[in-house]
């Protein structure tokens, strides 16, 4: 077991073969496709009876998996050991954990199929946005200056990626960072769609001119509509999504319609389980990682089911679009569900204000915190907005900031959900 570089490198090499693979099944019907998740299903639940956890459960390689209990992040983070596989070869498999963003870090162990497949997933969603090997890119992820000395970005040119520092985004700074990004005239950007929309949203307000790149890639958070329309509005170009979580159980990706998310289901199975009237809870089964296998997994986030199968024609099953994670999911005192995007939808059509950030501090309050874009001289209708959502007996409190501070990870999380449930 490693978690060295080095490992990384010598048993991902392969995945130029997976990502062959990949190309081909996208194109297999539902039911093909549905077929060999069976198979692989078998084979992992086989192996899943030779881990503790499992086999206490009595698990089998024929149990029906919407049967089988759904698995919680805080049992796998207590019980870490009795999810490890005895008869898994140690050779290529290494740990990794989550950054521990929305509560304590969960340690989980990864394969190097599992990783391989990942980066062969993620060269299929570039591909369907175009993208060519040797493009320029701009990442608003990945770099964090070490000293107040060092530069706000960094170009790394074995990758032809310009890092820019998602950490130090204040005015002053992003008009530079909008000269840099004309100047090396990138193909494509990719990073955390609220550090994108900032970039995009300074340079509309601020009247800058800016490159336009092919397209944009967003991940590892949630990407509101009403991110998406500045994005591509002042960048005039569209924006593809990615979907996943640290643990790799299974991801999800626009393709060139740029509606449904396909569910990479080569890789995992994706339920969607019904929490609230119109919100669900997304289940994830990893079908490759038979060293420390999650089975029926609460990813932590929340999904809308799809209305239709996407046009493009590929047999990989959908669903409708991500709704953010359930940790940020407000419950009131009355049990009163909101989902993050409510919040997205009011603050993101509201020019007075650039960024903005709401902490629950109790069942019936929450602090609203307002980076404006101008002076705010009324917050009366904004109150009153609020207020008609959450419920009369919710108390709202409003603080203006400078700036909303991203997590360790470079995340700026839009909605924090602190009450105890």
């Known amino acids: 077991m490693s978690n060295q570089p080095h490992v990384l490198r010598r048993y991902t090499s392969g995945y130029l073969l997976y990502a062959g693979k990949l190309r081909r099944s996208q194109w297999k019907s539902a039911d093909e496709i549905a077929a060999e998740q069976r198979r692989q299903l078998r084979e992992l639940l086989r192996a899943a009876a030779q881990v503790p956890y499992y086999r ?18 805080d049992t796998v983070r207590a019980r870490f050991n009795d999810f490890l596989n005895p008869r898994h070869p140690r050779r290529g498999v290494f740990e990794d954990h989550t950054s521990g963003s929305t509560g304590a870090p969960l340690r989980f162990l990864l394969t190097a199929e ?44 074995r990758q032809q990626t310009l890092f820019f520092s998602v950490y130090d985004m204040t005015p002053a700074h992003l008009r530079r ?23 995009a949203q300074f340079a509309a307000a601020e009247g800058l001119p800016v ?13 509101s509509p009403e991110m998406r329309a500045v994005i591509e509005k002042t960048l005039q170009c569209p924006v593809f999504d990615w979907w996943g979580t640290n643990e790799r159980v299974v991801t999800a990706c626009q393709c060139e319609q740029r509606g449904a998310y396909h569910v990479n289901a080569e890789g995992g199975i994706l339920e969607l389980v019904p929490v609230a009237p119109g919100l669900y809870r997304m289940i994830g089964t990893g079908l490759i990682n038979h060293a420390m296998p999650l089975i029926r997994y609460d990813l932590g986030d929340l999904a809308l089911p799809a209305a239709a199968p996407c046009p493009c024609g590929r047999g990989l099953p959908v669903i409708g679009g991500i709704l953010g994670r359930s940790d940020d999911l407000i419950v009131t005192g009355d049990g009163k569900f909101i989902p993050p995007v409510r919040f997205y939808t009011l603050f993101e059509t509201c020019d007075q204000i650039r960024r903005f950030q709401v902490v629950q501090t109790a069942p019936d309050a929450v602090t609203v915190r307002l980076v404006p874009a101008r002076e705010l001289t009324n917050l009366t209708g904004l109150r009153q907005k609020l207020q ?24 700026v999380r839009t909605v924090i959900a602190h009450a105890p449930r």
């Open 388 to 411: 008609r959502f959450l419920g009369e007996n919710v108390a709202i409190e409003f603080a203006i900031v400078d700036e909303i501070q991203p997590d360790p990870s470079g995340k």
């Open 56 to 73: 206490s459960l009595g698990i089998g390689p024929d149990d029906e998996l919407a049967k089988l209990p759904i698995l919680r992040k």
């Open 211 to 223: 490159h336009s790149p092919h397209a944009v890639l967003t991940s590892s958070e949630t990407l």
């Open 114 to 157: 599992q990783k391989a497949y990942e980066m062969a997933f993620a060269i299929r969603f570039w591909r369907w946005a175009g993208y060519r090997t040797g493009d320029r890119i701009a990442a608003f992820r990945s770099y964090i200056p070490a000293t107040p000395r060092d530069p706000l970005w960094k170009l790394d040119r």
């Open 177 to 199: 960072y909008v000269t840099e990004f004309n100047r090396y005239r990138p193909r494509f950007v990719r990073g955390y769609p609220t550090s994108i929309f900032a970039f």
